[in-house]
């Protein structure tokens, strides 16, 4: 009889798709968690019971943490993983905290702009709403103007929040918006993502179906 005590794998409700999921599965990544975490893959829009128990907001990423308690939303998780894993850059204090959290919430945007115009995308032609896939790009387009402005605070090593939500937002443009083709007079955004894209954190998470 075996008496010694196995760690509680944590569960990630995720997809290889959804660039929330990206930023998550990314952490575990470069945590060096992947042992840790058992993936569950789950269709948002197709729930399983065990899922919306975790999460009544059936959103993905949830993950459900070592106690049993489930986290419902991308930053909630990589602040839990942060906060008790090192690995990751942490955020500054001071001043400069504040920086990284503007521009990574800026990265979000363009996460839930690009989202948001895949799903319009997916109403049947007649009742796509033109104006609110038009304010979507422009949305996007004017966040990545602002980061690329900024890019040369991304650092390619040693990734942070920033770093890891930027690249699941860049690599989600060419995943589901390559028309957009964002790379456009914005060279060193395209440097920056060029070489972070190299990092197995990236490589491993590559969107693929389910
Ligand atoms: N703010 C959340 C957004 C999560 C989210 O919207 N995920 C999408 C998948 S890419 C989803 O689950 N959508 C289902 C829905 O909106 O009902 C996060 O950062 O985790």
């Known amino acids: 009889m075996t ?42 829009f197709g729930p399983t019971q065990e899922f919306l128990t975790a999460n009544p907001l059936a959103k993905i990423p949830t993950l459900v943490n070592e106690r049993g308690d489930a986290l419902p939303d991308s930053r909630l998780i990589l602040e839990y993983l942060a906060s008790r894993y090192p690995g990751l850059t942490p955020l500054p204090r001071g001043l400069r905290r504040w920086e990284v959290l ?32 038009d304010r979507q790009a422009a949305a996007i387009q004017r966040a990545l103007d602002a980061l690329n402005t900024e890019a040369s605070f991304l650092a390619a090593e040693r990734p942070g929040v920033c770093e890891i939500t930027c690249g699941a937002a860049l690599a989600y443009l060419d995943f589901r918006l390559p028309y957009l083709e964002w790379r ?25 179906p389910q």
């Open 102 to 133: 503007r521009r990574s919430q800026l990265a979000d945007g363009v996460i839930d702009a690009a989202v948001a115009t895949v799903l319009e995308k997916r109403r049947p032609e007649g009742i796509r709403y033109t104006p609110w896939l």
């Open 3 to 44: 008496t010694g005590t196995r760690a509680v794998k944590m569960r990630l409700y995720c997809s290889k798709t959804s660039p929330y999921s990206r930023k998550v599965r990314m952490a575990v990544d470069e945590l060096g968690l992947t042992d840790a975490v058992e993936e569950v893959l789950v269709d948002p």
């Open 184 to 208: 456009k007079n914005r060279n060193a955004l395209a440097d920056w993502l060029g070489a972070f894209q190299q990092r197995p954190s990236m490589q491993r998470t590559q969107p693929s």
